[in-house]
């Protein structure tokens, strides 16, 4: 039973990551990075449909990276800044080794 629990880190993880891989399902999280906005607002945003928009508010949110609240027959969604913590997480990894390599070079260089 633990084991399902720690491959949902990787899953989770990958489904940030594809739903980060789409131009417009990340203005989406632009528009809504700093302030909740309900659907249609969000639609109006862009030139495609609706149905497509709802889509990918769809996605976003069954990737964790969306928070969706119902107020009346509203729906408004706001990013879960949290849902952050695991792709920056990732990220660091690379980017602390890519800083550590950096340093290491400019020191073999201030040596020679």
Known sequence: MARRAKDKGPERLYEAFKALAEPQ?????RLVHEQERPAAEIASHFKTTR???????????NAGLLELRREGTKRLYRVRKEAFGDVRTFLE???EGSLATLKRKVEQDKGA
């Open 51 to 61: 149905q497509a928009i709802s889509q990918h508010l769809q996605l976003l949110t």
């Open 93 to 95: 990894v690379f980017w």
């Open 25 to 29: 399902r990340i203005a989406i999280l």
